[in-house]
């Protein structure tokens, strides 16, 4: 099994920067790939981002290209999403996932293990 923490959400205003962590523990040499997913209120759980953990490729959404960078820190077991220019519309529950395939998890049922989340809110 594999656990996995986020932190880093908060409060911030439109055009401001956050920075999200996710920290892995368990048997975590099973791991080729994580993401990060948000989920607005009353929508489904949308993907964000996502990185193989070897060779760090990355992958985008669109509409966070260019803001949003995935990157990961292979000693510490860490993934990290730093966010520039955020919008209100970014305003959601972000969380952290991760899987024994090494395929871009661009959709949650590819997914083998979640965070519990952490809110992020932007104000406008």
């Known amino acids: 099994q594999v656990q996995l923490v986020e932190s880093g959400g908060g409060l911030v205003q439109a055009g401001g920067s956050l920075r999200l962590s996710c920290a892995a523990s368990?048997?975590?040499?099973?791991?080729?790939?994580m993401a990060w997913f948000r989920q607005a209120p009353g929508k489904g759980r949308e993907f964000v981002a996502s990185i193989t953990w070897s060779g760090g490729s990355t992958y985008y959404t669109g509409s966070v290209k260019g803001r949003f960078t995935i990157s990961r820190d292979n000693a510490k077991n860490t993934m990290f999403l730093q966010m520039n220019s955020l919008k209100p519309e970014e305003t959601a529950v972000y969380y952290c996932?991760?899987?024994?395939?090494?395929?871009?998890?661009?959709?949650?049922?590819?997914?083998?293990?979640w965070g519990q989340g952490t809110q992020v809110t932007v104000s406008s």
């Open positions: 996932a991760a899987a024994s395939s090494p395929y871009a998890l661009t959709l949650p049922t590819l997914c083998d293990y």
């Open positions: 368990g048997r975590t040499f099973t791991l080729e790939a």
